[in-house]
């Protein structure tokens, strides 16, 4: 079993829906990272999170420590939203999820 | 502010062979993590350097090595390359003023290591 669990795997989604993507983790952590990858391979950090719930534009970020889990949410999402987004844990190391593949239909 | 940089982009080498990645940090960052991405086992942690000393190692074997110069540049080998490690390796660099390890990391473009 992964230390860090995603799901779902894939998502496909229309224009505008709101997307939901979660994270379970086994370890214990100093910090929870939510990262976007687009093809070709950048790899943007969106939100890096310890307690509650962060926001930045369409995207919220919550964790709860006592559940070991995170979601990571969009709202109104929109085509140019489609990439992979990955969380990982940080403890020492960086621990990672295999990554949920969003797509945003138009 | 210039981003995190990597050199080279991309690269081949032959089995047997060693190679050499780069990663310059944004000024003032101090610490600089290595990973590596292969479409079978995901994103990987191999090590991270804060002022010149690794803090913490991953999973791989003894032929990753990596070091950090006083300006805070990074490198890392590979020695005895194998078809394996073919993968996209990814430096990220933080500012973590305190030491401590939680704090946002910044990716460079990554280099993509083909072994043929």
């Known amino acids: 079993k992964n230390e860090v669990e995603q799901s779902p795997q894939n998502l496909t989604a229309q224009e505008g829906e709101f997307i939901t993507i979660n994270c379970s983790y086994s370890?214990?952590?100093?910090?929870l990272h939510w990262l976007q990858q687009h093809p070709g391979g950048g790899i943007v950090s969106l939100f890096m999170?310890?307690?509650g719930k962060k926001k930045h534009g369409r995207l919220i970020a919550t964790i709860n420590i006592q559940e070991k889990h995170s979601s990571l949410h969009i709202t109104a999402s929109h085509p140019r939203d489609s990439a992979v987004y990955i969380c990982?844990?940080?403890?020492?190391?960086?621990?990672f999820g295999a990554g949920t593949r969003l797509t945003v239909k138009p | 502010k210039a981003g995190v940089t990597q050199t080279p982009r991309y690269l081949i080498k032959t089995r047997g062979q060693q190679v050499t990645l780069s990663c310059s940090p944004i000024?003032?960052?101090?610490?600089v993590s290595w990973y590596q991405q292969t479409p079978g086992q995901g994103l990987q942690f191999l090590f991270e350097?804060?002022?010149?000393?690794?803090?913490n190692k991953g999973n791989f074997p003894g032929r990753f090595s990596g070091r950090q110069f006083s300006n805070s540049r990074s490198e890392m080998n590979v020695s005895t390359l194998e078809l394996g490690d073919s993968a996209l390796y990814l430096c990220?660099?933080?500012?973590?003023?305190?030491?401590?390890?939680?704090?946002?990391?910044?990716f460079g473009p990554g280099t993509r290591l083909t072994v043929t």
């Open positions: 990220a660099s933080s500012l973590d003023p305190t030491g401590r390890a939680s704090y946002e990391q910044y």
């Open positions: 370890v214990g952590i100093s910090a």
């Open positions: 999170l310890s307690s």
């Open positions: 990982a844990a940080l403890e020492g190391d960086m621990r």
């Open positions: 000024s003032g960052h101090r610490s």
């Open positions: 350097y804060f002022s010149e000393t690794q803090r």
